[in-house]
């Protein structure tokens, strides 16, 4: 079959599609044994290990695990948290979908910090589950690969009352202004697009405190204390109050307009798959008049990485942003 044919049978959004945020309070209906959750589950490694990221020597402390991830529970006693009721209506709602089944959760946590740069999280794209973390994000800021896309419903829950850390989001496009979700905020979510709609972390903690780029090594862990929280690195210990440490819950569902649609993509028939993805990237890099060599592996070939991220690494308002699921 064409692979044009292919991407039209493919298509699970809209050509131009992004959902309303909608705001969920309260978020959960016990929010201490949410948080008791949290704390149980140190220590957290770095998100930037979680996600295997090789641009090392830029870390900032965001500590991130996964509470359930593709519908297989990896922690003992979040199955009521990811399988919210509010957030199923309320991603019914924001994404105009008669059928939601969640994905994932994971827990965020900030110690102080500057503002990460604006970006679109990772997305999903049929067939492309197991691709590499870099490749998936440079297709979904090459914008070639939209008839792929899965709709995700992406619900933020905040647990802080410090310092910073606002959710600054760009609802109608990286053109037109942004709104600002400030603490305090406890146990308050919004459901959006996020693997379309910009948005990003403000910075965490006053301005003093705040960790650099590179303060920080990846084998730093972030350990929950009687008092609050405490941070190792390689035996270099800092210690943090509660009201120091952002908490974030990010929950993830699949939202289709149909059951049709959740056939379809159940199917598997019209997945991509790296053949089909390297011919994507070609087609547009020959449009564009920019010479290259088709790799021998599209996931092993540093060559073709390289050049990948040099055409397509984030653009926001024509300044470059870090490809980077914050």
């Known amino acids: ?81 990811f399988y919210n ?16 089944v969640p994905s994932a959760i994971m827990v965020n946590l900030n110690t102080p910090m500057p503002g990460g740069p604006p970006h679109r999280d990772l997305p999903y794209f049929r067939g492309a589950e197991k691709f590499p973390f870099w490749m998936l994000s440079l297709m979904g800021y090459s914008d070639l690969f939209h008839d792929f896309a899965v709709p995700i419903a992406s619900t933020l829950t905040w647990f802080y009352k410090g310092t910073g850390g606002d959710f600054e989001y760009w609802p109608d496009g990286p ?25 990003r972390v403000g910075p965490v903690g006053p301005g003093n405190e705040r960790k650099k780029a590179g303060d920080i090594s990846r084998d730093i862990r972030l350990h929950a204390t009687d008092g609050g929280w405490q941070s190792d690195d390689k035996g270099k210990i800092e210690t943090f109050r509660h009201d120091q440490v952002r908490i974030s819950l990010l929950w993830k569902a699949y939202a289709f307009a149909s059951q049709a649609a959740l056939d379809e993509y159940n199917n598997h028939a019209n997945d991509l798959n790296h053949r089909m993805v390297v011919d994507m990237f070609a087609a547009d890099l020959r449009e564009r008049g920019i010479p290259f060599k088709l790799p021998a592996d599209p996931v092993a070939d540093p060559e073709w990485k390289q050049l990948l991220t040099d055409v397509y690494t984030a653009k926001f308002r024509g300044n470059d942003a870090a490809a980077v699921d914050y």
């Open 1 to 81: 079959m064409a692979q044009a044919a292919i991407a039209e049978r493919a298509k699970l959004r809209q050509a131009a599609m992004i959902a309303k945020p909608v705001w969920v309070e309260p978020a959960f209906e016990d929010p201490d044994a949410v948080v008791a959750l949290v704390r149980s589950c140190a220590p957290y490694p770095l998100s930037a290990r979680v996600h295997k990221r090789d641009d090392l020597g830029k870390d900032l402390p965001f500590y991130r695990i996964f509470w359930a991830h593709t519908r297989e529970i990896k922690v003992k006693g979040a199955e009521p948290f």
């Open 85 to 100: 009721e509010r957030f199923i209506e309320a991603s019914k709602e924001s994404f105009s979908a008669k059928v939601i």
């Open 175 to 199: 053109e037109e202004p942004s709104k600002l979700v400030q603490p305090p905020r406890w146990n308050v979510a919004v459901v959006a697009d996020n693997e379309y709609m910009w948005h």
